[in-house]
């Protein structure tokens, strides 16, 4: 029998910087949602990605000093190699550079334009740069923008619009008809009360101001703009053609089952991104959940408070899996989450130190110490034995609930209440008191083997959450992880099996004192080398006269090449110049340079060099001369030669 689809989304990283943790918060937790998923038999397609044209990037790309693509590949790069980190399981990691997608863009914006939903237009209004978003001046706070609070400047620009008005009362009627859509509740209500009962103003969809973003081409000066490109990708990345030829991922998966965002951008995927597939007659995604965020303990997150705290930092100080259950047992399902370094040393010393290493180490232990390894159940039971394993047979239950629902946190507490009950039946069945007793072997076996037992189904329905935990519990009992149905039943483990005669602790516990020693360090780190960066943007300029302007066809008559230094000599009679055979393709040419001073002849053999090769041939003390090799002058008169940047060949032209 087919596995029945189901289609999980994360919103698309924008690629201005580093996800901190609370942006990585919302990957871990759309991967334990489809990890989950496929455990209950779901056939689970992930998507995730990074969202990478705007204003914003265009503007740090030029800060940067290199061009928007290299930006945004050098941005997603981290990303993805965060999300690697975390260990998520996703499908498809997309881009909204990548050809495909934008093709896909282009055609939506002239599908929508030619059915009379799209118009041009002209646009005055306030525009948050960071938010990439217009706001008219009622929907200002305090002057500034309603996401983030930052600044708005006045803009103006001729502007493409698509007209939101035209679908809104279908779309009030779709949310009404279906009151999961939005999730959770007060999301619901914030967007009607707020946004579509007053009534939808038309929306912006081009941009003439900046020129990173996919072009309109039919109108090449407009490029689309940031929220009709970035949202249409939950469709593109499943092969969507909006011409009709839309490839078999689409037709299986979509509608999506889950869009997994945060819910500051919450208005954007339950008004304009249903408006969209309205107008392009496609079916609504089942539902929309913006989850809170994960605060500091200050404030939100952001580099300009200085209170940003990355998932790989928090790593090596503590684990993947032990990050991976700080964000998702510590977020409530509405209300926001917060996270400080003293709470994290708290978890991971009471809960997975205590609660979970500790139990499976003293189990193993025991087994070790009164069995040789060997767990067999005796079968013989008293009253403590009934209440573990209603318990740990009923886990499975109250997680399957918890995650009907999406509430993640509530479906770990479960799994963690298992484990507790384990400890409590140590301390009621008292294991070291039944290995005094030699009547009361088959006993103590019996205890351990519930023990046993029970650690394995907790585990199985941990691997979701803590993938590598649970691989490390079953490869030290020598058990592997349960199926769902397999959870309906206690018993499974093999009677006789060996746990293993070298258990490992699984989580070590931290002195809050050390590690904020380790904090402070890293945190000292990064000042430093932030330090550095600005120094080296203060580094000084240097302004030179500057001369008379030339056109293209001036230009067009120098020839520049890259050129390898295959011989170099001292000029005699000179204190400046060094003579050098230059490899410029197949051809060698001697060139005469005063740069005795900043290189001696021995380090030239074997550079590539810029090269100006047309310059007419003249002597220099008395040697004949037959280009320029290229350098660049400090204010100090020191030279350097200016290099290729990448490997060249002699000979490649330089333009």
């Not at 050809?99 to 939506?108: F, N, R, T």
């Not at 079968?379 to 239950?397: E, I, Q, R, S, Y």
């Not at 810029?610 to 008169?637: H, I, R, T, W």
Request: proline share 4%; charged share 30%; aromatic share 10%.
């Amino acid at each position: 029998m087919s596995k029945k689809p189901y289609y999980i989304t994360t919103a698309i990283a924008y690629t201005s910087g580093k996800p901190h943790i609370g942006n990585t918060y919302e990957i871990v937790l759309a991967d334990a949602i489809a990890r989950f998923k496929r455990k209950e038999g779901y056939d689970v397609r992930f998507q995730t990605g990074t969202d990478e044209h705007g204003q914003k990037i265009e503007l740090k790309a030029e800060e940067a000093g290199i061009s928007p693509k290299e930006f945004v590949d050098n941005t997603a790069k981290e990303i993805k190699r965060i999300w690697d980190l975390m260990n998520t399981s996703y499908d498809k990691f997309i881009r909204t550079t990548d050809e495909d997608h934008e093709k896909q863009v282009q055609k939506i914006f002239r599908k929508l334009y030619d059915k009379g939903d799209i118009y041009k237009g002209y646009y005055e209004g306030m525009y948050c740069t960071p938010c990439e978003s217009f706001f008219t001046e009622s929907q200002l706070v305090d002057g500034k923008c309603p996401d983030c609070g930052r600044p708005c400047q006045p803009a103006k620009e001729e502007a493409y619009f698509f007209r939101m008005s035209k679908y809104a009362d279908r779309l009030i009627q779709y949310i009404n008809e279906h009151p999961d859509f939005i999730q959770p509740e007060s999301r619901k209500n914030e967007m009607m009360n707020n946004f579509l009962l007053p009534g939808l103003q038309d929306l912006c969809v081009s941009r003439t101001s900046f020129t990173w973003g996919i072009p309109v081409d039919f109108d090449p000066k407009h490029v689309t703009y940031v929220w009709l490109d970035a949202l249409t990708n939950y469709i593109t990345g499943l092969g969507y053609d909006c011409d009709g030829e839309s490839g078999e991922l689409f037709k299986k998966y979509w509608p999506a089952d889950l869009h997994l965002i945060g819910k500051d951008i919450i208005r954007f995927h339950t008004i304009y991104w249903p408006i969209f597939l309205m107008a392009l007659d496609l079916p609504l995604p089942k539902q929309v959940f913006g989850h809170p965020w994960l605060l500091q303990g200050d404030g939100k997150m952001s580099k300009s408070k200085g209170n940003v705290i990355y998932a790989d930092d928090l790593v090596e100080l503590f684990g993947v899996d032990a990050v991976r259950y700080f964000v998702l047992h510590e977020m409530p399902f509405e209300n926001d989450g917060v996270i400080t370094w003293d709470l994290l040393v708290e978890r991971m010393n009471s809960d997975l130190a205590n609660t979970l290493g500790n139990l499976v180490n003293r189990t193993i232990s025991m087994s070790n110490k009164y069995f040789n390894g060997v767990v067999a159940n005796a079968g013989v039971t008293d009253g403590f034995d009934k209440n573990l394993m209603d318990v740990a047979l009923d886990t499975k239950h109250k997680v399957v609930k918890c995650m009907s629902k999406l509430r993640v946190a509530d479906a770990m507490t479960e799994i963690f209440n298992l484990f507790k009950r384990c400890n409590k039946y140590i301390d009621e069945t008292m294991p070291w008191a039944l290995a005094k007793d030699p009547e009361k072997t088959d006993r103590l076996s019996t205890v351990l083997y519930n023990l046993v037992e029970s650690i394995t189904i907790g585990a199985s329905l941990l691997t979701p959450f803590m993938p590598e935990t649970a691989e490390r519990i079953f490869a030290q009992l020598n058990s592997s992880e349960r199926s769902m149905d397999e959870l309906e039943m206690f018993g499974l483990y093999k009677s006789g099996n060996k746990v293993t005669d070298k258990p490992e602790i699984l989580f070590a516990r931290l002195d809050a004192k050390e590690v904020q020693a380790k904090v402070e360090e890293l945190n000292a780190s990064k000042q430093t080398q932030e330090a550095e960066e600005e120094k080296k943007d203060d580094e000084p300029v240097i302004d030179i006269e500057a001369k008379e302007e030339i056109t293209f066809d001036d230009f067009e008559k120098m020839q520049f090449q890259v050129g390898e230094i295959i011989a170099c000599e001292e000029v005699k009679k000179s204190k400046k110049l060094l003579c050098s055979q230059v490899k410029i393709g197949s051809q060698v040419k001697q060139i005469v340079s005063g740069i005795k001073k900043h290189y001696s002849a021995e380090e030239m053999v074997g550079k590539k060099v810029m090269v100006l090769v047309n310059l007419k041939p003249a002597k220099l003390a008395g040697v004949l001369s037959e280009g320029m090799l290229l350098c660049a002058e400090d204010e100090n008169g020191e030279l350097s030669l200016m290099v290729p940047e990448k490997k060249m060949p002699a000979g490649a032209e330089i333009c």
